[in-house]
């Protein structure tokens, strides 16, 4: 571990992004809501409307829950990262192999978001901090205490790029020729 590094280093997503979801959630929802409760006044079907209102509430709710609870630390023992449906996966310092900074564009026109890939001493992929919900400072943060060799390409990708030079980076629904995303 570089010696400037106070460790434990611990990492959550930027929250902000989260009430973002959520204000684009409340922005979508609330004009169905507000329909299907005028609808349901008429036929006597309030209560399940109501009922379903209730649950996707509670199911927002449940994922700003798994998005809060997200980390990402680092310390002696290694690489450890608690992901969005609560699986925690540890890397060990020695098994910590590389990692690469980059910047990704979406689309040619989109702002580019900063990437971090950590790879294993086999070059598999273990974790990912995207700067969709990473601040760039905090993916600094991590690779600048991260051991091993850091590669940082001095040119943005766009996703067709990293699909075709470096598909074992992304994820699965990443890498597929019919992606929307």
Not at 33 to 52: D, H, I, K, Q
Not at 68 to 84: A, P
Not at 134 to 152: N, V
Request: net charge neutral.
């Amino acid at each position: 571990m570089p010696e400037h590094t106070t460790l434990p280093l611990v990492g959550h997503p930027d929250r902000r992004s989260f009430w973002r979801a959520y204000l684009v959630y409340a922005v979508v929802m609330l004009p169905f809501f507000v329909l299907l409760y005028g609808l349901a006044g008429n036929s006597g079907e309030v209560l399940t409307v109501l009922l379903v209102h209730i649950g996707l509430l509670l199911l927002g709710g449940l994922a700003g829950v798994r998005f809060v609870r997200t980390t990402i630390w680092l310390d002696e023992d290694g690489l450890h990262e608690r992901g969005f449906l609560g699986r925690v996966s540890f890397l060990p310092t020695e098994r910590i192999g590389s990692h690469v900074v980059l910047d990704l564009h979406r689309a040619l026109a989109s702002r580019t978001t900063p990437q971090l890939f950590v790879l294993d001493t086999d070059d598999r992929l273990f974790c990912r901090m995207r700067g969709e919900y990473w601040s760039r400072g905090k993916i600094d943060r991590f690779s600048a205490a991260l051991p091993g060799e850091c590669t940082r390409p001095t040119h943005p990708f766009t996703l067709d790029e990293l699909q075709r030079n470096h598909s074992d980076l992304l994820y699965w629904y990443e890498r597929s020729p019919f992606r929307l995303a």
